[in-house]
Structure formats: structure tokens, C-alpha cells
């Protein structure tokens, strides 16, 4: 497909609202801008690690639009609302509620059938961050330091990115995620908007990167107070992302490092 097709594809609106085509459009953008990538090689653990993730976006996708039916429902029936259903504590605590309550039999049974389904799809979800973060504890200690990546915003930088490599600077990999700025000339002067290429989960976690050191890290906060009188708070978050990108780069290409360290050492062992 060429790129005039894909810059009309269904979904490539300006406002750049978010939908599968959306994606798709934007991913095949950032492949067009950056025909010098070296192709994503793939090892075994990058290969787990995008099942599980992949897996596991799924089975949040399923449990955020069972959490969303069971709360009308229960609005509707019981004039309640429960408190977190992601947690085991949570659902106990409703299918307790609905044992109680004055209801149909039938109404019950769908209610108590839904609460059960949404424990597993809990306890589903908490299996696979077990497994995530067993796998990708020795993969990315240095990343794991970094404050606002998780082992499972490890685990997507790791499985979306593969070989760090392919990114021999940290500019070329802020291209590939969407936080690099892009210039814009209007009436003379030079100003950025945001990049709404790029790959978006990456973007993502970046961004939840960013919420969490604006609350928890000093050197953030300082950043962003620097920054928001001249770029407002959006502007100063785009930069305190672009900045994370470079901690990231630097973080897993120690942690390539290390582990080809560990390869090398291993083989001469044997």
C-alpha cells in the first residue's frame, strides 16, 4: 500500500482519535518516516513476553467492559455502587452484598454469574504479572529502576522494541514512539505540536511514565515546574516524556549490555 492510501485510510483524522485504524495508520507512518529501522529481531524472551503482553491487554479490554456492565447493573437494581472490582477484596465483598440483597432469583444468578467471571478474569490478570514480572526481572534491571516503569510497562518497552540496538540513538527512538515534537511554520515562527505517529502503546507507557514521576520524582517535578509558564502543562509533560526517552535508552542499553555480558561469560564457562 502506498503512503498516499495510507494517509487516507479510514480513521487518519486530524483530531487524532483513537481506533484500531488509527493505529494501524500510525504505525505504518512511523515505518514510512523511518526507512533506515533495522528490522525487529525477535529472541525467545521477546517472543514470550509479546504473547503475555498482548495477552493480557486482552483480558483487561474484557474485564474493564465486565467491571462497566456489572456497575449499570447494579445501579439499576440496587441503587449501588461497589468500589474497586479489579481486586479479589472487591468482589468478595459484592458477591456478599448480593447474596443479602432482596432480588429475583434470576436477577441474582446473572449478577453472582457475572461477579464470578470477573474474580477469574482477576485472578487470570494476576497470573500473568506474576509470570510477566518473573520473566522480566532479569531482562531489565536497569529499566526497573526508572521511576513509573512497572514490570509490565518493562515488559511492553521490551516486547515492542526488541533489540535496543535497532535504535543507535535516543532521537530516533522518540521518532518511533510519537514524543519527538514536530516543527510547525506558521507566519514566521517556528513553533512544535504533538507527534500523533509513532507507536502507540509505546506512547502509552510513556505517558503513565510521566504521571507517576510528576507525582514521585523531585528531579520531574522540578522539570515540569520549569517548564509549564512558557508550555503550559500539556507542553511541559511532552517534554518530561521526550526526557524519559533518553533515561530509557540509556537504560536498556545497559541492560543489553549486561546481558550479552552474561552470554559471553556463560558460553566461556562452558
Known sequence: MCATALCAAPGARATGAKSDPADATAAAHAAIATPELARHRIDEHVRELRVLVDYRADLIKRRTTLINQLKAQLHLWLDHTPG????????????CLLAAAHLGAHVRRVLLDMTADLSELNRRVHDLDATIKEIVSPLAPALLEITGIS????????????????????????????????????SDQERHRLHRGGNRRLNSVLYTAAIVQKRFHPAAQELLARHEPAKGKRGARRILQRHLIDVIHRAMTTDRASGQ??????????
Open 261 to 270: 555480558h552474561q552470554i559471553t561469560h556463560h558460553r566461556s564457562a562452558a
Open 84 to 95: 474497586d472490582l479489579a481486586r479479589p477484596k472487591g468482589t468478595d465483598t459484592l458477591a
Open 151 to 186: 514490570h509490565n510497562s518493562a515488559a511492553v518497552l521490551i516486547a515492542e522494541i526488541g533489540d535496543i540496538t535497532r535504535f543507535p540513538t535516543s532521537a530516533k527512538l522518540a521518532r518511533y514512539t510519537g514524543c519527538a515534537p514536530i516543527p510547525v511554520y506558521s
